[in-house]
């Protein structure tokens, strides 16, 4: 089993910045994939950023050259900084860890892009 708790949201003006952390415990020598997905009012879950093997990544189209995703080994932790936000990046966003076949997820964190 992995456990995921992401922290970082919160309330930032259009433009504005914000990191996301997600610290994994448990089998967490099993993960392979951690990424971070969104979920808007009213839409369905998308990815929006994924770490492979602790070295390559992969964005959603909406988000690339303004989100990075990273993660410290030492720290279990994985990262998400989002610059230059807009309002339809308002969401919850959640934590996902992949190993084994399994999907682990966090119980999200609410990201709010308002004036």
């Known amino acids: 089993q992995v456990q995921l708790v992401e922290s970082g949201g919160g309330l930032v003006q259009p433009g504005g910045s914000l990191r996301l952390s997600c610290a994994a415990s448990g089998s967490i020598f099993s993960i392979n994939v951690m990424g971070w997905y969104r979920q808007a009012p009213g839409k369905q879950r998308e990815l929006v950023a994924a770490?492979?093997?602790?070295?390559?990544?992969n964005y959603a189209d909406s988000v690339k050259g303004r989100f990075t995703i990273s993660r410290d080994n030492a720290k279990n932790t994985v990262y998400l900084q989002m610059n230059s936000l807009k309002p339809e990046d308002t969401a919850v966003y959640y934590c996902n860890a992949v190993g084994n076949g399994m999907h682990y997820w966090g119980k999200g964190t609410l990201v709010t892009v308002s004036p």
């Open positions: 770490i492979i093997s602790g070295r390559s990544t």
